[in-house]
């Protein structure tokens, strides 16, 4: 009698028969294959609004080629840097006459987005520009500029979480120039301002967009290790994450030695534990920021939590500097909206009924910002981040600045 492997089949030869018995031990296992952690996963359509973000950003690189790169700032540098970025936001002031929406691709964690570096040069000239023009008490050219950077910054948001937190700095450094010059606006230009903010919070992404981005940008940081891996050199990551993540390497190292089955199982679980964080960060953003409960690490085994703890956690920031956001924003519009009225000689309302009930809802209470009316003043703060309301301690809960 004699073996022959014929795709999971045997053929057993006797004395003047022949037949075939299906059995499972004489082939050979194939091994598992790696699962492919993006499968499926589609990109926005191309549109023209985000084309000439790409324009800008590569402008930007092009123009300010000797400046986009400096961290310490003179003020003749700064004057440069406005200068050689004029061409940029002609772009952007011509993406935001069109349609726009964020068209994300994921990336490896050791290549990220190329026009990051562009967008942020974008940005701090605006911001430069804002602050120039309140010094030289040109408001209506700042309250542009704030226009074109909260427009700017809420595009951002609809990328990833990196995206998004860059939109939301940016936006936060324009701000609190603005609000801080409140004072010094006249009552058209501080309806203005409530006008471009109201508008801005009604168009932006919802946050579940720019976390399934970040669901994509952290399986994509799944497959590039595991590319690595297949590949023999994961040398790059472990340059990129230094000492602190070597453990996780070195067990990846280990790992070869196993059966192929235990190599997939681990990639395969890497990856659940993405789509876990994302899934009940969604979970969480679909409800009020006032009823989020801490968001636990897994428990058990997890050889890879040093590497989840690099590419995991941008998703979390982001939530939370989106609650921040929310309610900085909303506040800051309803304190345009009551100063107007006050700097118009106007009877400032008994409460917030006025405005849209999502506007004047602090996210950390649930319910309206805290306004107390006093003659042609009144106080006006949200609770912040503790959830608790220490009466308009400005080091505690979030009060206009200008207060």
Not at 30 to 57: C, I, M, R
Not at 103 to 117: G, K, M
Not at 118 to 127: E, N, P, Q, S, Y
Not at 138 to 163: H, M, P, Q
Request: proline share 7%.
């Amino acid at each position: 009698m004699h073996c022959r492997r014929d795709h999971g089949w045997i053929a057993l030869a006797t004395v003047g028969t022949l037949s075939f018995v299906a059995v499972s031990g004489c082939s050979k296992e194939e091994p598992p294959p790696f699962p492919d952690h993006l499968e499926g996963y589609l990109t926005e359509s191309p549109n023209q609004g985000f084309k000439l973000y790409v324009e800008a950003a590569n402008a930007a690189e092009r123009d300010a080629a000797e400046l986009i790169g400096r961290v310490n700032w003179t003020p003749d540098r700064k004057r440069a840097a406005i200068q050689a970025a004029t061409k940029a936001i002609a772009l952007l002031d011509s993406a935001h006459q069109t349609e726009f929406e964020f068209v994300y691709s994921p990336t490896s964690p050791l290549t990220p987005q190329a026009e990051r570096r562009g967008w942020r040069f974008i940005g701090r000239t605006l911001v430069w520009r804002i602050d120039d023009a309140i010094r030289a008490n040109d408001f209506k050219a700042a309250v542009d500029d704030f226009e074109r950077v909260v427009i700017f910054g809420t595009n951002l948001s609809g990328g990833d979480g990196i995206d998004a937190n860059l939109g939301f700095s940016l936006i936060r450094e324009a701000r609190d120039l603005i609000w801080a010059a409140f004072p010094l606006l006249p009552p058209d230009l501080l309806r203005r301002t409530h006008s471009v903010v109201m508008k801005a919070l009604t168009n932006a992404p919802g946050p579940h967009v720019t976390l399934r981005h970040d669901q994509a940008a952290m399986l994509k940081a799944v497959a590039s290790i595991q590319e690595a891996y297949l590949a023999g050199d994961l040398k790059p990551f472990r340059k990129a994450l230094a000492e602190p993540a070597a453990p996780a390497f070195d067990f990846l190292d280990e790992l070869r030695k196993k059966p192929a089955s235990e190599q997939v199982a681990y990639f395969e679980r890497f990856a659940r534990e993405a789509n876990e964080e994302a899934n009940a960060l969604i979970r969480q953003a679909s409800l009020s920021p006032h009823l989020w409960q801490p968001h636990e690490d897994p428990k058990g085994s997890r050889p890879w939590f040093r590497l989840a703890n690099n590419y995991f956690r941008n998703g979390r920031l982001f939530l939370k500097e989106w609650a921040l956001h929310q309610a900085q924003m909303r506040l800051l519009a309803v304190d345009a909206a009551l100063l107007a009225r006050v700097k118009e000689r106007q009877e400032l309302p008994a409460d917030l009924s006025g405005i849209r009930d999502w506007a004047r809802t602090d996210p950390y209470s649930g319910r309206d910002f805290v306004y107390v009316p006093q003659g042609s003043d009144y106080r006006l703060y949200s609770v912040g981040e503790d959830r608790k309301d220490d009466f308009g301690d400005k080091k505690a809960d979030l009060v206009p600045p200008w207060k």
